[in-house]
């Protein structure tokens, strides 16, 4: 079972900032908070990841809270071309060993004109 | 990051017969692979893991001579539907882990088994 809850949903104004938050109360220390995204009829796309520290990159800023217990992926500035389904994943990560993704419902972004 | 090819991206078979997808690592080598299964208005289920060189991984109750997995190279993964029946109709997705083990995914194939 994925470890993570997120809204089943969310509409955000084209033009206007994202802001999906993620729960992932029992988290571990080694374990990465993973973003990737599912436009329709195709792969998921990775997004960002982040173990601890805030992170930013040109696609979207990762904010996980003091006990990262939760976080919130940013986009800016949505696009149209953002609609998709967004999924937060807790992950070992880089532990030297392959480590599976547990893909949850994640959130359904709908960015409107 | 790293760019996925999946092929073909769309495939319509008969029941009872065999179809391979195949998956590639376009620039860079990459010794471990994962599939997975994607049925309609659900979410993405993990299969196997695919270790170059060595037997695939599978998942709790994927059949592993139903979907047969060779990974013989360190930028090409296929997988291989056997006596496809209806029920197999699936989205598949690829994807390949880099050396920060982060995984990118194929653009995934869709079969429909009539």
């Known amino acids: 079972d994925a470890k993570t809850t997120q809204p089943p949903s969310m509409d955000c104004a084209e033009g206007r900032a994202a802001n999906l938050p993620c729960n992932h109360s029992?988290?571990?220390?080694?374990?990465?908070v993973y973003w990737y995204r599912q436009i329709h009829s195709q792969g998921p796309q990775y997004i960002i990841h982040?173990?601890?520290n805030n992170e930013t990159n040109e696609m979207a800023s990762l904010i996980i809270t003091e006990d990262r217990k939760s976080s919130t992926l940013i986009l800016p500035h949505a696009t149209l071309r953002d609609t998709a389904v967004y999924y937060c994943?807790?992950?070992?990560?880089?532990?030297?060993?392959?480590?599976?993704?547990?893909f949850g419902k994640g959130t359904k972004l709908t960015v409107n004109p | 990051g790293a760019v996925v090819s999946q092929h073909p991206s769309w495939v319509i078979c008969k029941s009872g017969t065999s179809v391979k997808i195949e998956c590639r690592s376009l620039?860079?080598?990459?010794?471990?692979m994962f599939w997975y299964r994607q049925f309609p208005k659900q979410s993405l289920m993990l299969m196997a893991t695919?270790?170059?060189?060595?037997?695939?991984?599978?998942e709790q109750g994927v059949e592993k001579d139903k979907f047969l997995i060779n990974h013989a190279s360190l930028t090409l993964s296929t997988l291989t539907v056997t006596s496809a029946h209806p029920e197999d109709s699936s989205f598949y997705i690829c994807?390949?882990?880099?050396?920060?083990?982060?995984?990118?995914f194929g653009p995934g194939t869709r079969l429909l088994v009539l």
């Open positions: 994807s390949v882990e880099d050396q920060q083990e982060t995984q990118y």
């Open positions: 029992t988290i571990s220390g080694n374990e990465y």
């Open positions: 982040g173990l601890k």
């Open positions: 994943i807790v992950s070992p990560g880089t532990q030297g060993g392959s480590e599976k993704l547990v």
């Open positions: 620039d860079f080598q990459a010794t471990t």
């Open positions: 695919s270790n170059e060189g060595s037997k695939a991984t599978y």
